[in-house]
């Protein structure tokens, strides 16, 4: 969440900064009475002592709750019931108004990752205002044209829940396959989610565990869980031949093009 605090950015000097997390028990047993933030406005992590308000920092989260309700729809998967974390150090998404002008100049310019997170924002958007939905998704599909993973995870879970676009299943497949294919940790993990659940494609335990266990093995949050439930559906022989497939080479994406109008 969005933290109303008294440090600055040491890096940029903005005052919009959200939670981020410690690295290790040593570097926060080494900084008593300290947290380490990220700055919204340029992503530069740092660590400052706690000095916000209590009730101002109250009512900030309890505001950005009922905003964060409507959205995790957008950013969980319809086929897992653990919603995607807020306060990950991937970039959680924030309102538009906490982009500086940097960011929408370097998306205009092509920036993906510009974009990817101009995208976001218009996702919290369009909690409040539901047109924004439509340009968060244009702007997710320019990033994710351009290569950039976690916009083709984020499309994907889009497109699969029919919630900010029309559901269309072959384009949710289609992205979250080139996330996965391109070995993004959610990427193959979404994709695992799909063989095991018949979204798009055949059930297929082996391949849900293919993919999950491809995703455990990259560090993909809850990877390791959803592989062990997969694992319980095959016997001796059909997990040693999933695992066996898990060391084969990915193939590499499909090169034609997607979007709404395919």
Same mark, same amino acid.
């Given at each position: 969440m969005l933290l109303p605090n008294k440090t600055i950015c040491p890096e940029c000097g903005a005052k919009l900064l959200r939670r981020s997390r410690w690295k290790s028990h040593t570097e926060k047993r080494s900084h008593p009475g300290h947290l380490p933030f990220r700055c919204v406005g340029c992503g530069h992590r740092y660590i400052a002592p706690v000095k916000h308000n209590r009730a101002a920092f109250a009512s900030a989260a309890a505001a950005v709750m009922l905003a964060s309700f409507g959205i995790a729809i957008f950013i969980s998967s319809p086929t897992d019931p653990i919603l995607a974390e807020w306060g990950n150090d991937n970039g959680r998404p924030v309102p538009s108004a906490a982009l500086n002008a940097q960011t929408l100049e370097a998306a205009e310019a092509g920036d993906a990752e510009a974009q990817y997170r101009i995208g976001k924002s218009r996702l919290v958007d369009a909690t409040i205002e539901p047109a924004k939905a439509s340009e968060a998704v244009s702007w997710l599909q320019r990033a994710a044209d351009s290569g950039h993973t976690e916009a083709m995870v984020y499309l =994907? $879970? #889009?497109?699969?829940? =029919? #919630?900010? %676009?029309l559901q269309n299943y072959e384009l949710a497949a289609g992205w979250v396959? $080139? %996330? %996965?294919?391109?070995?993004d940790p959610e990427g193959m993990l979404e994709l695992g989610r799909f063989y095991r659940d018949g979204v798009w494609y055949d059930k297929n335990p082996i391949q849900a565990y293919v993919w999950m266990n491809r995703a455990a093995a990259s560090n993909a949050p809850g990877a390791a869980r959803e592989r062990e439930a997969v694992a319980r559906m095959l016997d001796g022989?059909?997990?040693k031949e999933a695992q066996r497939l898990s060391l084969e080479p990915i193939a590499p994406a499909p090169a034609d093009e997607l979007s709404e109008e395919d």
């Open positions: =994907g $879970r #889009i497109y699969q829940s =029919g #919630i900010g %676009a396959e $080139r %996330a %996965a294919v391109a070995a022989e059909t997990l």
